[in-house]
């Protein structure tokens, strides 16, 4: 099996940084995409960011020139460093990875628990 553990959120003011860190571990081959997603309430499952292998990144509009995704592949390991916060981040923030677990079976997608993030104006 696959575990995705986040950690780093919390309440903070607008204006204010976090960072997010998930580690990805249990029986991985490889991973092809890690990302973030998030979830306000009442609202659908969103994408904030995600980073290729190969490192190529894609951001949700409303976060570029704010969030920056990174990764270790070494550690299987992916990090979402969040600045210049806003009170409509809020949300329940999830790591998502694209991985396979033996060379021979199709991607799969994973994902942790989430981590909240609060932003108070």
């Known amino acids: 099996q696959v575990q995705l553990v986040e950690s780093g959120g919390g309440l903070v003011q607008a204006g204010g940084s976090l960072r997010l860190s998930c580690a990805a571990s249990?029986?991985?081959?490889?991973?092809?995409?890690m990302g973030w997603y998030r979830q306000a309430p009442g609202k659908q499952r969103e994408l904030v960011a995600a980073?290729?292998?190969?490192?190529?990144?894609n951001y949700a509009d409303s976060v570029k020139g704010r969030f920056t995704i990174s990764r270790d592949n070494a550690k299987n390991t992916v990090c979402l460093q969040m600045n210049s916060l806003k009170p409509e981040d809020t949300a329940v923030y999830y790591c998502?990875?694209?991985?396979?677990?033996?060379?021979?079976?199709?991607?799969?997608?994973?994902w942790g628990q989430g981590t909240q993030v609060t932003v108070s104006s």
């Open positions: 998502n990875a694209i991985l396979r677990v033996t060379p021979f079976k199709a991607d799969t997608s994973w």
């Open positions: 980073i290729t292998s190969g490192g190529s990144t």
């Open positions: 249990g029986s991985i081959f490889s991973i092809n995409v």
